[in-house]
């Protein structure tokens, strides 16, 4: 008989048990980071905040693409960062029923700060790897993702 310890062992053998197991303590761990520093949006929030960063004016749909959220999950991230004054909707000059995202001054403000924190909880993650081992682990993370792509049906 199989000891607890040993199904441990055999389970972090597997890359899609590694995948999520790392999803869900990134997500934790970077939550934490968020409340440890008072902020009243999560990070799944600042991802959209750090999209429009880049990119200001996006289309809804585009946001859902880039940062691989669902229509339902972005507009509900959306609507959150709308009450809370970080993003707000304006029409389409050539589509008045369809609306660009844009971030206020208020996002702008606080960004450096959730960059920071964003930044330091991600030097925590890669602590103890060398840069040519992080390199490694994304492209095999890509060759793995692009496997997948072709596989999936979407709809975003």
Do not use: W
């Amino acid at each position: 008989m199989k000891t607890i310890k040993a199904e441990v062992e055999n389970y972090r053998k597997l890359p899609g048990a590694m995948l999520v197991a790392t999803g869900i303590y990134t997500r934790i761990y970077s939550r934490q980071c968020f409340k440890n520093n008072n902020f009243d949006i999560t990070p799944e929030q600042f991802v959209v905040i750090e999209v429009l960063m880049h990119h200001d004016g996006l289309y809804q749909r585009q946001l859902s693409e880039i940062t691989l959220k669902d229509r339902p999950n972005i507009t509900r991230i959306i609507n959150i960062l709308e009450e809370g004054g970080y993003v707000e909707r304006r029409s389409d000059k050539n589509k008045r029923k369809v609306f660009k995202i844009y971030l206020t001054q208020k996002a702008k403000d606080i960004f450096p700060k959730l960059a920071q924190v964003t930044s330091q909880y991600r030097k925590v993650m890669t602590s103890g790897i060398e840069d040519n081992e992080l390199q490694i682990c994304l492209r095999v993370l890509n060759k793995v993702l692009n496997n997948l792509l072709d596989k999936v049906e979407m709809s975003l």
